[in-house]
């Protein structure tokens, strides 16, 4: 009788984390943000424990399911609706290289030293600091990195192509909302913007899902679906 009560509470366990992982979308998989990480071991804690708890009913496990996902669910429709409140909870990416050059202070920000960024670049496949023009790193402590023209892939040199200098690309709008400090940063103002949005037949950044701006390439605008 144990064993096959054992069964039902892992079997109305594994239902319900089934069922509110495909509510919950694929960020509690891959877990992009601290807060992502936390819940789900949470979450896991809290269905291991009340399966092996004899006290524990199949409705309590549900009723714990239930609730976690609840406020999980309500953290994530904040952080989607309210732009202002997502560096609070997921955090924000930081530049540690920028242009090849180390930024030390972001480093220390997010409590990064020289050999467990060189461990994250080695894990890209990237072996001196000299290869890279811009890492950053992730709200979920990866890094992404834009190699040296000269050193990515395929090398430059095996072509004796001279060099050129790379840019990385600048969000302008992000759902619908103006970054007016990126964009005045990027040396353009809002008589720009507009006269961009009028070329793709925009009327109102609202409109607008994503507008990203690179030096050397110009812009990219994707609008919203309708």
Do not use: C
């Not at 509110?20 to 891959?30: E, F, N, R």
């Not at 992730?138 to 190699?147: A, F, K, M």
Request: charged fraction near 25%; hydrophobic fraction near 40%; aromatic fraction near 12%.
């Amino acid at each position: 009788m144990e064993y096959g009560s054992i069964f039902i509470e892992l079997f109305v366990g594994f239902l319900a984390l089934l069922v509110l992982t495909k509510m919950l979308g694929k960020t509690q998989i891959t877990q992009i943000t601290p807060f992502d990480f936390i819940s789900s071991l949470v979450l896991g804690e809290l269905v291991g424990n009340a399966i092996y708890d004899k006290d524990i009913t199949y409705f309590t496990i549900l009723y714990t399911v239930f609730l976690w996902g609840t406020l999980i669910y309500v953290i994530e429709w904040i952080t989607q609706k309210f732009r202002g409140t997502r560096k609070l909870l997921e955090g924000s990416p930081s530049i540690v290289i920028h242009h090849g050059r180390i930024n030390r202070t972001n480093l220390k920000k997010n409590k990064l030293d020289l050999n467990q960024l060189q461990n994250l670049l080695r894990q890209k496949g990237i072996f001196s600091l000299r290869e890279v023009e811009f890492a950053i790193l992730e709200t979920n402590g990866s890094i992404s990195v834009l190699q040296k023209s000269e050193y990515s892939q395929p090398n430059r040199e095996d072509f004796d192509l001279r060099p050129f200098k790379e840019h990385l690309s600048i969000t302008f709008i992000s759902d619908g909302k103006v970054d007016w400090g990126n964009l005045k940063e990027a040396g353009f103002n809002d008589e720009w913007l507009y006269k961009v949005l009028k070329e793709h037949r925009i009327d109102h950044p609202e409109e607008v899902l994503i507008l990203e701006w690179k030096q050397d390439e110009g812009v990219f605008l994707h609008p919203m679906d309708h």
